[in-house]
T-cell receptor, first 113, second 114 residues
């Protein structure tokens, strides 16, 4: 079974631009979560989606948004990029919202100049 | 709120040495506990997990026991290899709240030398 895939793997943007990251979960998984990893803040939860609905949201500004499609694929969007948004963005999928194990993709590394 | 505290790194060991990475947690509900490992330039890989008190998770020679009385989930390995060099993250997921959201510790870098 294929793992979680994320595209693109690397991205360079400039301040003020917006970016969209994509995540395809493991086949059969219905829950997708996003995390931001930075050297200073570590791993922080962004949001969690299940059946196309956002079920949980972390403490990030409204510039960060996401959605989930009917096939469970998910996208996250960051508008008006800031230098501090440079990070590794990790997507994880799980079967459902019952305390299941999350499996992570390789991440998208975003650099904002 | 829920939280995870890990020992500071880096942990530097010689090959075949015994490894312990301490992890303690605070949770209001009934958490599941996890250890994830991250190799350079990669995402997170699940190493092991435990879902209730006294459960022992194990994988690839690594073990951790869910200790509710001490709110701990320490990672151990009897004999480390150079290939174990990576960053290790302890995490919890509190299924009481119908979520798979993970709360992570800060990570502990392990460096194993031949």
């Amino acid at each position: 079974k294929a793992g979680v895939t994320q595209t693109p793997r690397y991205l360079i943007k400039t301040r003020g631009q917006q970016v969209t990251l994509s995540c395809s979960p493991i086949s059969g998984h219905r829950s997708v979560s996003w995390y931001q990893q930075t050297p200073g803040q570590g791993l922080q939860f962004l949001f969690e989606y299940f059946s196309e609905t956002q079920r949980n949201k972390g403490n990030f500004p409204g510039r960060f948004s996401g959605r989930q499609f009917s096939n469970s694929r998910s996208e996250m969007n960051v508008s008006t990029l800031e230098l501090g948004d440079s990070a590794l963005y990790l997507c994880a999928s799980s079967l459902d919202l019952a305390g299941e194990t999350q499996y992570f993709g390789p991440g998208t590394r975003l650099l904002v100049l | 709120g829920d939280s995870v505290t890990q020992m500071e790194g880096p942990v530097t060991l010689s090959e075949e040495a015994f490894l312990t990475i301490n992890c303690t947690y605070t949770a209001t509900g009934y958490p599941s506990l996890f250890w994830y490992v991250q190799y350079p330039g990669e995402g997170l890989q699940l190493l092991l997990k435990a879902t209730k008190a006294d459960d022992k998770g194990s994988n690839k020679g690594f073990e951790a026991t869910y200790r509710k009385e001490t709110t701990s989930f320490h990672l151990e390995k009897g004999s480390v290899q150079v290939s174990d060099s990576a960053v290790y993250f302890c995490a919890l997921s509190d299924r009481t709240y119908n979520t798979d959201k993970l709360i992570f510790g800060t990570g502990t870098r392990l460096q194993v030398f031949p």
